[in-house]
């Protein structure tokens, strides 16, 4: 039986909203004279960037390593979180002794632009109305997240980045980083991803965000000045998504057709199936920590993403005489992101010129396995940054 443990939704809904603008985190801040040039024209100012560091930045500023989120996630990669009380979203490759080791690296991981857990987005304060941005929040997309950092790398006084590191959106940012900014990627990790989102995953995305809008607490963005929450259209937006994060292998593994907490079908639309209230936890667990608005934001910056549009449709030529050194993974069952679409990536790697190593892990894990305990992964990992971190001259652990 699937242990389904209840959130409090007052709580963490005040702990959210308040994430947004003082967030439990590191805060850099730019100011009217330091403007975020937007790909839709804008330029966004003032805004800030909530981010945590991880270990300890070298003498010569080498080891740094920016970890980019995916989708749903947050700058809360290796601390409890401040609002669910979880461990950090990706201790299972960041930490003491692990592939990404803070005993051994400066590692980073900023919140993006667009998200809600502190760094500017739609449910931040419009310093020009006083009230959350709404849907007056200029589209972003994943070149403007990436933008975005680079303004956070300079802030910090990192010059060159020894590592950025991603799995899904977040390998997203990886590619756009080597494309944007050759010179300042020593090496890049990119996870369970691809260059372009598939017509299938733009629909899931258009699926998800007209659950969102389609309900009336929504009030067209402008649910926190009617004191409403878009709970349901969030809570089914993230249900469907998260069935393309698993395998129908991993799926029927875990759940099968066993019933919940019950012998026999109750003949009614409750959730008979352990598979239906686990995805019904899933869905109310998510919306007591991350704004609907934002969702629309961030799933609409993946459809829009297409390194190879800006470069007369010639992804080799994005990556034409990159330094970094590449290692691209994929997943056997992930149907959301299938290896296909990587070994289109190392193709064209390939065809530039670039450094890239490829691995195929053989897994039923769907596409989440990249966030799960996967040895395979974490062992390539390791022996990557290992080869690069030789090659970068780091000495094995900070003085």
């Not at 649910?223 to 709970?231: A, I, S, V």
């Not at 934002?294 to 005489?321: C, E, K, P, V």
């Not at 897994?363 to 940054?385: N, R």
Request: glycine share 8%; aromatic share 10%; proline share 5%.
């Amino acid at each position: 039986m699937v242990n389904v443990q209840p959130v409090k939704p007052s709580q963490t809904r005040s702990e959210r909203a308040r994430e947004a603008d003082h967030p439990t985190s590191q805060l850099a801040q730019f100011g009217a004279d330091k403007p975020l040039r937007l790909d839709c024209g804008v330029d966004l100012a003032p805004f800030q960037i909530a981010y945590q560091t991880y270990g300890r930045l070298n003498a010569d500023r080498s080891n740094a390593i920016l970890i980019c989120h995916a989708l749903t996630g947050d700058q809360h990669v290796f601390n409890t979180h401040p609002v669910t009380g979880k461990p950090g979203w990706w201790e299972t490759l960041v930490g003491p002794g692990r592939p990404v080791d803070t005993d051994r690296y400066f590692v980073i991981c900023s919140n993006v632009v667009g998200g809600c857990l502190g760094s500017t987005g739609p449910s931040s304060t419009n310093p020009a109305t006083g009230k959350p941005w709404g849907l007056d929040f200029p589209v972003i997309t994943i070149p403007d997240m990436v933008r975005a950092q680079a303004m956070l790398i300079d802030h910090l006084g990192i010059r060159k980045l020894f590592a950025v590191v991603g799995g899904s959106m977040g390998g997203m940012q990886v590619l756009q980083w080597a494309v944007a900014y050759p010179e300042r990627v020593f090496s890049a990790l990119a996870v369970a991803c691809s260059t372009r989102h598939s017509a299938q995953n733009i629909a899931f995305h258009e699926l998800g965000r007209q659950a969102v809008m389609a309900d009336p607490e929504w009030r067209g963005g402008r649910y926190f000045e009617h004191g409403t929450h878009p709970r349901r259209g969030l809570s089914v937006a993230r249900m469907a998504a998260h069935i393309t994060y698993l395998s129908s292998a991993a799926l029927h593994r875990k759940f099968g057709r066993r019933l919940q907490d019950r012998e026999m079908p109750t003949f009614s639309f409750d959730a008979d199936f352990e598979v239906e209230s686990y995805l019904r936890h899933q869905g109310s667990s998510f919306v007591e920590r991350f704004d609907a608005n934002s969702y629309l934001y961030l799933t609409r910056a993946m459809d829009y993403f297409d390194i190879a549009a800006d470069h007369d449709g010639a992804l080799a030529q994005a990556f034409r005489g990159s330094p970094t050194r590449f290692c691209v993974v994929s997943f056997t069952s992930d149907w959301l992101f299938p290896t296909s679409e990587s070994r289109n990536i190392v193709h064209a790697l390939n065809a530039s010129g670039a450094r890239v190593s490829f691995a195929e892990i053989e897994t039923d894990k769907g596409h989440d396995a990249f966030l799960l305990d996967v040895p395979e992964f974490f062992a390539i990992s390791h022996a990557f940054l290992q080869s690069a971190a030789s090659a970068h001259g780091l000495n094995s652990a900070v003085s």
